[in-house]
């Protein structure tokens, strides 16, 4: 039995591994996730839907559920598993886990695959308002680019929160997380649709990752295209938020010495 | 062959030194005690070992390899902190969470008998007594059947018996051929697990040698006796420490560690010093260790002694 033979468990399976097991935590404590489920649900309900304008309008109707949606995920992307992420680092499990034999990529894996799962069911609520209230439609073949769209949309927030997990405590990074959130929810259309933008909102906005993940969120769901380069934006912002996570992971050496 | 070596490490936090040029290596099969005060430098020892940290110099091996790669640890198995065990997963869960990390791990329910937890696999952890966390928290170390075990504190908080049913554990699970480096406050845990004990105060290593080589280091003997209140004793030859106990009859039971217990009993004659029921035995390592500490000016714990009483 020698040491120098036996390698680590494969990576996917112990990213499996650690998924199912958070996504155990998270269901057993439902309220966390139910709040971040509520906000986008009720924000449909209350401002869109007696808005008859929009809400009869088919186009008009399935952007909006699409706009409220992108934020549905970015909220539980950045909450549950960017300020979780910092709870979890204050609890002295989670130095233990780190002396398992497993690197940062399974964990981190772990938890963006359990994030994505999660992101499924934040848009549930909207989905169902959407359908029942409003004139919002949608064809088999959107659906299922809606489907493949909301991992592009979930992962790059993800990162971001799980960056700011790592690196903050829990204190500081809600308050980081509610700082990021809002703004970058405003200013990518997110409450209001960027065809209300000054241009020069609207310039700065299509450079950011919210109005990308919003614009190719719609078009998944109403064919109505993205502006040039939402692709680039989403994947160029991802790649920071990936290379900003591991190396908080990183340096991160559990709790401080006192 | 060596298990966990530590080459001139230095690890400071601020301007606090916690290791201070620290070398230290354990082979395949021994079974350490590591003692010393809070804040001796135990815990960073050990999470430099399971690669939570890095020193600032030095070298760290674990199994020939760099603690700080996933590779390196795989025989490696170490103990939460009982109070951290995620509270909504239930035992069997963070059992196979664990076991799942290692390529051959024991089944689950040869863990949960190992430590006589079997009723309760299916309680969330937020739902056990503290003595059946601590049992979970060593299980844990052994899930991934390690060839070291590291073991920070294993049976603080723990009664006697539950104490007893955790030794019992450590010592056939060693016996299996594994390597065991444990710390504890209760020096009696030491004495009674670890052929070799390496005491740390100071950030540094005070001693390193076999259980009975520490305790002969000292060479301290626990003399009680009978006085009058009134006599003092801490002046007279060959007296280190002296402790005042309980009052019987007309006089006060003392207890005296002596560095040279012949020349206080000759002292004690010669001074005509009117003491009665005198008893003599070699110290505890309890003892060994508060001497140890003090003598290189380094603070000793506030409690070994209460402890020892225990």
Known sequence: MSTLTVRPRPFWTLAVVHARFQFVETIRIPIAVLGNLLFPALALLFFVVPQRAVADDPLAATAAVAQLGTFAVMSTCLFSFGVGVSEDRAMPFDPFLRTLPAGAGPRLAGRVINGVVWSYFALVPLVVIGWLLTAATITPVRALAAFVMVPVVAVPFLLLGLAIGYRLTSKAAIAVVQATLFPLAFAGGLFLPPEMFPTWLDAISKLLPSRAARDLAVQAVTGDPAYAGALVVILAWTALFAALAVLAYRRDEGRRFH | ?310
């Open chain 2, 1 to 310: 062959m060596t298990v966990l070596s530590l080459t001139n490490v230095t690890r400071t936090f601020g301007p606090v030194v916690a290791l201070d040029d620290v070398s230290l290596s354990v082979e395949e099969g021994e079974l350490v005690g590591l003692l010393g005060p809070n804040g001796a430098g135990k815990t960073t020892l050990l999470s430099l070992v399971s690669g939570l940290r890095r020193p600032d110099s030095g070298v760290v091996r674990l199994f020939g390899g760099d603690p700080r790669d996933a590779a390196s640890r795989i025989g490696l198995g170490t103990t939460p902190q009982d109070t951290g065990l995620p509270p909504t997963l239930t035992v069997g869960e963070v059992v196979d969470l664990v076991g799942r990390h290692y390529p051959a791990p024991m089944p689950r329910a040869e863990v949960l008998a190992r430590f006589g937890l079997e009723d309760l696999v299916r309680r969330q952890t937020g739902g056990l007594s503290g003595g059946q966390r601590r049992r979970l928290a060593v299980a844990l170390a052994l899930v991934g059947r390690p060839r070291l075990v590291l073991l920070d504190e294993p049976t603080t908080g723990l009664d006697v018996e539950a104490r007893h049913v955790l030794w019992q554990a450590l010592r056939e699970y060693h016996a299996d051929g594994a390597t065991v480096v444990l710390t504890s406050h209760y020096l009696e845990e030491i004495e009674a697990l670890a052929d070799r004990v390496v005491v740390v105060g100071g950030g540094r290593v005070l001693a390193d040698d076999s259980l009975a080589a520490v305790l002969g280091l000292v060479g301290l003997r626990r003399v009680l006796l009978t006085v009058p209140a009134s006599v003092r004793l801490d002046g007279l030859p060959g007296a280190s420490v002296v402790q005042d106990g309980a009052p019987s009859g007309d006089g006060v039971r003392r207890t005296v560690l002596a560095s040279d217990a012949d020349a206080f009993v000759r002292a004690l004659v010669r001074q005509d010093v009117p003491f009665r029921d005198l008893e003599m035995r070699g110290a505890s390592l309890e003892e060994a260790f508060l001497t140890l500490t003090t003598r290189d000016g380094v603070t000793a714990p506030d409690q070994p002694v209460e402890e020892a009483a225990r």
